[in-house]
């Protein structure tokens, strides 16, 4: 099976800018979810999808929002981006999202806002 | 206190040595618990899982749990400088995945 894929591999925007970054599971897994990593707060949990729908979410402002399509492929979007949104942005997928389910890591994302 | 901790290192064996890593989880309820290997600039890759007390073994890998203790732990035996990378423990909290910020790992020859 592919892997999990995530385009752009790299961006860079200025400040007060939008990005959409995407975000293809492993066939078959419906679950997507997306993390920001930085080297000072280590891995964050942004959200998860499940079938469409936003099941879980992290400790993020509203600037950071996602949806997910009917073929399990999910999008992320920060609108008006700041300088601290630079950052490794990771989507994860698993087959149903069960708390004992492995993750699989996508390539990730790396954005720089100058 | 982080919901789970890890020391950052830099945690320096030589090759051949028993490379020993740890974490420590706040939340009693967890249930599973995972260790992910991230190479500098790229994704982090599982390397095991384990939700009972006690050993898993995986060839050089061995995860060790102690849910009393909350406590989990990672031996990688005969140490290799490819093995050289931050490990990142994760635990499973009510709703999502929480991971510790990592220990880099150093392995030299």
């Known amino acids: 099976k592919a892997g999990v894929t995530q385009t752009p591999r790299y961006l860079i925007k200025t400040r007060g800018q939008q990005v959409t970054l995407s975000c293809s599971p492993i066939s078959g897994h419906r679950s997507v979810s997306w993390y920001q990593q930085t080297p000072g707060q280590g891995l964050q949990f942004l959200f998860e999808?499940?079938?469409?729908?936003?099941?879980n979410k992290g400790n993020f402002p509203g600037r950071f929002s996602g949806r997910q399509f009917s073929n399990s492929r999910s999008e992320m979007n920060v609108s008006t981006l700041e300088l601290g949104d630079s950052a490794l942005y990771l989507c994860?997928?698993?087959?149903?999202?069960?708390?004992?389910?492995?993750?699989?890591f996508g390539p990730g994302t790396r954005l720089l806002v100058l | 206190q982080k919901e789970v901790e890890q020391n950052s290192g830099p945690l320096s064996v030589p090759e051949g040595a028993i490379a020993s890593l740890n974490c420590t989880y706040s939340d009693r309820g967890s249930q599973s618990f995972f260790w992910y290997r991230q190479y500098s600039g790229k994704s982090p890759e599982l390397i095991m899982f384990i939700y009972s007390n006690g050993d898993k073994e995986d060839g050089r890998f061995t995860a060790q749990l102690n849910k009393a203790s909350q406590y989990v732990s990672l031996l990688i035996r005969d140490s290799q400088p490819s093995d050289s990378a931050t490990y990142l423990c994760?635990?499973?909290?009510?709703?999502?995945?929480?991971f510790g910020t990592g220990t880099r790992l150093q392995v030299f020859p």
């Open positions: 994760a635990v499973q909290g009510t709703d999502k995945l929480i």
């Open positions: 999808y499940f079938s469409e729908t936003q099941r």
């Open positions: 994860a997928s698993s087959s149903s999202g069960e708390i004992q389910e492995t993750q699989y």
